[in-house]
């Protein structure tokens, strides 16, 4: 069975009326003329076929109709207005809610984080872990960093840098397996180390770079995440596909480094993701000018490795 509703807007008149027992009050409240509440108040009498009000000298009166309709539909404005301010709450409260990916998290974001504390000491940061897209329905969330192409319907997005990969090792390792810097090349015929999340990167990077024939048939190691990966090419098992963005400070500190120097862009990039139709709060405004600032500096660090490393 369809259910009857009236118009909302001459039915929140009604509430405001009922509530002050005054046009002129309700008037006031809504901002809008004392003729415009009357004409509302005629719109809903017509819709309902009833006789909600009486006019006299010195105003109006609720009719025994009127006092009843009044007291069943307060309640649900009353729910309506309690929901409402719980989301708008939700978004201007003082804890940020940021969902990534586990390795961007923890090779990338959580060391820069002190910063952000020591200037925003009042927003508390709260990050979840997942590999799949934000879906602002379902996950309660304020933003989410994800890499992509940057096309997510409903989401507003601000590029933060492209996904470029290359193979990394640790110093000892390349000591031990290519001691002439010349021919890094002698290292692919070691362990291979392979991100469950990013098998076809060792793939992409020899195809662009013509290695294919290099890791064919070699032996592989899997580890469940980049950062494991990372770790264990970082304790010498073998030689893996690194995120270079996300490597910065350990290839400046020396812990691992890129013999190769050949640098590939996979065509992905991260993005800062955001809901297209939410108001924007001021910890949102914030984090992203402050995450803007931080990927300025990284990137600048990057650029300045690579020139340090001859690389192009």
């Known amino acids: 069975m369809v259910k009857k509703i009236p118009p909302l807007n001459p039915l929140k008149v009604f509430d405001a009326v009922v509530r002050t027992r005054n046009l002129t009050q309700a008037a006031k409240e809504l901002h809008i003329s004392q003729s415009a509440v009357s004409?509302?108040?005629?719109?809903?009498?017509?819709?309902?076929?009833?006789?909600?009000?009486?006019?006299?000298?010195?105003?109006?009166?609720?009719?025994?109709?009127?006092?009843?309709?009044g007291e069943a539909i307060a309640p649900a404005f009353e729910s309506i207005a309690k929901a409402t301010g719980e989301i708008m709450r939700s978004g201007s409260d003082s804890t940020l809610r940021i969902q990534t990916y586990t390795t961007f998290a923890a090779k990338w974001l959580i060391p820069r984080l002190s910063d952000f504390h020591a200037r925003y000491s009042e927003i508390a940061v709260v990050i979840t872990n997942s590999?799949?897209?934000?879906?602002?329905?379902?996950?309660?969330?304020?933003?989410?960093?994800?890499?992509?192409?940057?096309?997510?319907?409903?989401?507003d997005t601000d590029f933060l840098f492209e996904d470029v990969i290359e193979p990394i090792c640790s110093p000892a390792f390349l000591r031990a397996n290519a001691p002439e810097a010349a021919y890094p090349q002698?290292?692919?015929?070691?362990?291979?180390?392979?991100?469950?999340?990013?098998?076809?990167?060792?793939?992409?990077?020899?195809?662009?770079?013509?290695?294919e024939s290099e890791i064919q048939e070699v032996e592989s190691m899997q580890f469940s995440s980049s950062v494991l990966t990372w770790q264990?090419?970082?304790d010498g098992l073998g030689i893996a596909i690194g995120q270079t963005a996300l490597l910065v400070d350990d290839l400046t500190s020396g812990k691992l480094v890129a013999p190769f120097h050949l640098p590939v862009r996979t065509g992905?990039?991260?993005?800062?993701?955001?809901?297209?139709?939410?108001?924007?709060?001021?910890?949102?405004?914030?984090?992203r000018d402050w995450l803007k600032e931080q990927v300025a500096?990284?990137?600048?660090?990057?650029?300045?490795?690579?020139?340090?490393?001859?690389g192009g």
Not at 268 to 286: C, F
């Open 39 to 69: 004409k509302q108040l005629n719109v809903l009498q017509s819709y309902l076929g009833a006789e909600l009000f009486r006019r006299e000298r010195h105003g109006i009166s609720l009719t025994q109709a009127g006092l009843r309709y």
């Open 186 to 211: 002698a290292l692919l015929r070691k362990r291979l180390l392979v991100s469950h999340y990013r098998q076809k990167d060792w793939q992409t990077w020899a195809r662009l770079c013509r290695y």
């Open 232 to 234: 264990a090419a970082a």
């Open 268 to 287: 992905a990039s991260y993005y800062l993701v955001s809901p297209q139709l939410q108001r924007q709060s001021r910890k949102v405004e914030v984090f």
């Open 131 to 155: 590999v799949k897209d934000v879906d602002f329905d379902r996950d309660p969330v304020d933003l989410a960093i994800q890499m992509g192409r940057g096309a997510w319907q409903g989401m």
């Open 297 to 310: 500096a990284s990137t600048a660090s990057a650029q300045q490795l690579t020139a340090a490393q001859g």
